[in-house]
């Protein structure tokens, strides 16, 4: 079964640390780009950072800039999204996506052919 699978979520007070992973299943990930997208709700699905399918080149939006830290081990088939400085704002559901490019070139759901489940993230005191 080819998939990716999230975890490290959980809950965090302001100011908190959570490292994120996320895993391939059934597919070589150094075969893709990887996005990080985020789900709040009552609010559309963001996508906020990515790296390359080398792990050469990383992006991050400007809300989670110099707090988050994306990585990869394409040994271990496995993503990573190192999250410091936690804000409530940063509550969301978070989604690995994989584009099947060496860039991600944006943030467009229909880009991307193969999602997680989800982890949930809450960021509360």
Avoid: H
């Amino acid at each position: 079964q080819l998939r990716l699978v999230e975890s490290g979520g959980g809950l965090v007070q302001p100011g908190g640390s959570l490292r994120l992973s996320c895993a391939a299943s059934g597919f070589t990930l150094a075969d893709y780009a990887i996005a990080w997208f985020r789900q709040a709700p009552g609010k559309e699905r963001e996508g906020f950072s990515c790296i390359s399918r080398t792990g050469g080149s990383a992006n991050y939006a400007d809300s989670v800039k110099g707090r988050f830290t994306i990585s990869r081990d394409n040994a271990k088939n496995t993503v990573y999204l190192q999250m410091n400085s936690l804000k409530p704002e940063d509550t969301a559901v978070y989604y690995c996506a994989a584009r099947f490019m060496d860039y991600c070139s944006g943030y467009a759901p229909s880009l991307y052919v193969k999602w997680g489940q989800g982890t949930q993230v809450t960021v509360s005191s």
